[in-house]
């Protein structure tokens, strides 16, 4: 198992910006996938971004290219940077990891966009 701890969120103005860390503490195997996702309150699950183990990324199709997932493999740790918050980006942003049998959930961080 592997255990996923999610920092970095917070209260921003539209407009602005946030960065995401997720620090994963475990073996993780290739190959796998890592991920953001995201729940709002009364709203399903939805994927934000992901990244593979070759560094390859993919984005929902609300991002529009205002965010950026990235990892450092020698710290274990995922990020996703977010520009051009919008006040539809409240959510809270969870990371998650998925390998050949298992997939492991964090609990969550609170992004709150709001004037």
């Known amino acids: 198992q592997v255990q996923l701890a999610e920092s970095g969120g917070g209260l921003v103005q539209p407009g602005g910006s946030l960065t995401l860390s997720c620090v994963a503490s475990?073996?993780?195997?290739?190959?796998?996938?890592m991920g953001w996702f995201r729940q709002a309150p009364g709203k399903e699950r939805e994927l934000v971004a992901t990244?593979?183990?070759?560094?390859?990324?993919k984005y929902g199709d609300f991002v529009k290219g205002r965010f950026t997932i990235s990892r450092d493999i020698e710290k274990n740790t995922m990020y996703l940077q977010m520009n051009g918050l919008e006040f539809e980006d409240t959510a809270v942003y969870f990371c998650?990891?998925?390998?050949?049998?298992?997939?492991?959930w964090g609990q969550g961080t609170q992004v709150t966009v709001s004037s």
């Open positions: 990244i593979n183990t070759d560094g390859f990324p």
């Open positions: 998650n990891v998925r390998m050949f049998a298992s997939e492991d």
């Open positions: 475990g073996q993780i195997f290739a190959p796998y996938v």
